[in-house]
């Protein structure tokens, strides 16, 4: 018993987590504890009624932001044409007029 390495208290921490949350969260366990091991990833929303939108998506894009709303529809888009076998055209926004982000 003497031989035995102290554990850490953040080890202990997250063997406590493992113990119990993986009841909880069942198969989502491995994807939700890599998202609370993982470093924070900051985000920003900017108002759809601000008077200068663009000029905001144009300095947060210089600062190496990344419109993962954007990114995702154009993915939506190319998959949904893909899938009927057709090239549309159009405003990416134009085409996603089923794809809701809540």
């Known amino acids: ?3 035995q390495k102290k554990k850490s208290a953040c080890q ?4 406590h987590f493992d113990l119990h949350y993986k009841s909880v969260y069942d198969w ?7 998202a609370l ?8 929303l900017v108002n759809s009624f ?8 144009i300095a ?11 990114m995702a529809r154009k993915k939506f888009v190319r998959k949904q044409s893909k899938d ?13 007029s089923v794809l809701r982000f809540y």
């Open 1 to 3: 018993m003497k031989d």
């Open 12 to 15: 202990l921490a997250v063997d």
């Open 28 to 34: 989502q366990w491995p994807s939700v504890r890599a």
């Open 37 to 44: 091991l993982s470093k924070p990833k900051h985000c920003a």
């Open 50 to 57: 601000a008077s200068d939108r663009n000029q905001i998506g």
């Open 60 to 70: 947060l894009a210089e600062l190496g932001a990344h419109d993962f709303i954007w």
């Open 84 to 96: 009927s076998g057709r090239d549309r055209s159009g405003s990416i926004t134009d085409r996603v």
